[in-house]
Every structure is written in C-alpha cells, then in structure tokens.
C-alpha cells in the first residue's frame, strides 16, 4: 500500500525554523505536484505550498516569504523549511500528492506535529 511519511516536526520558539520531510514513493514524485498541507486545532486543513514536477513553487499568502517547498528525486523526497516561525503556524503537517484547487489525491499520511511557543 502507498504511504506518505512525514517527519521532522517539534517544539520551536517564535522566530525558529525547522525543516520538515516527506518520504515519496517515487511513481508518484515523477509525475504529481506535490504539496504540503497543515492542519490546526479545531480548523480546516488547508494547503500551505506545493511544487510541481518541473519545480515550480507557490505558497498559501499566509508562509510567503517564510516557508521554503523543495524535492530531491535521488532521495524520494519532498522538504518544507520553514522559517521566521509564528505561533499561528501550529498544526500537524501532511504532505500529499494533489491535483488542480489542491485537492489531495492520496491517502494521508500520520504528519508531523509543529508547535511554536512564545
């Protein structure tokens, strides 16, 4: 079965950075933009950047400027870093193929938990 993996959430203080990891399999990253949504206590998940096979970028208004989407093809690989963190950015961080409007288009992964605290 198909599986996303994310990593490399934790606890951060304002203004910190992490850089988050999602495992791909690789018939997928060779042929899907990718895109990493978030997901906050009682909230919507929502799209936050995405990156397509031939590594465009875009950003939600939200990260812009912040927030850094990246892929690595040797490594099977999709990275978010993330950067001048605030505490608005806390929620569990999911990584997903998707299609046009972001719909995600595999099953989800666990994610990874990122808390910023003040």
């Known amino acids: 079965q198909v599986r996303l993996v994310e990593s490399g959430g934790g606890l951060v203080q304002i203004g910190g950075s992490l850089r988050l990891s999602c495992a791909v399999p690789?018939?997928?990253?060779?042929?899907?933009?990718m895109g990493w949504y978030r997901q906050a206590p009682g909230k919507q998940r929502e799209w936050v950047a995405g990156?397509?096979?031939?590594?465009?970028?875009n950003y939600a208004d939200s990260v812009k400027g912040r927030f850094t989407i990246s892929r690595d093809a040797t490594k099977n690989t999709v990275y978010l870093q993330m950067n001048n963190l605030k505490p608005e950015d806390t929620a569990v961080y999911y990584c997903?193929?998707?299609?046009?409007?972001?719909?995600?288009?595999?099953?989800w992964g666990q994610g990874t938990q990122v808390t910023v605290s003040s």
């Open positions: 997903n193929a998707y299609a046009s409007s972001y719909v995600a288009l595999m099953r």
């Open positions: 690789v018939s997928i990253l060779s042929r899907s933009a």
């Open positions: 990156i397509t096979p031939g590594g465009s970028t």
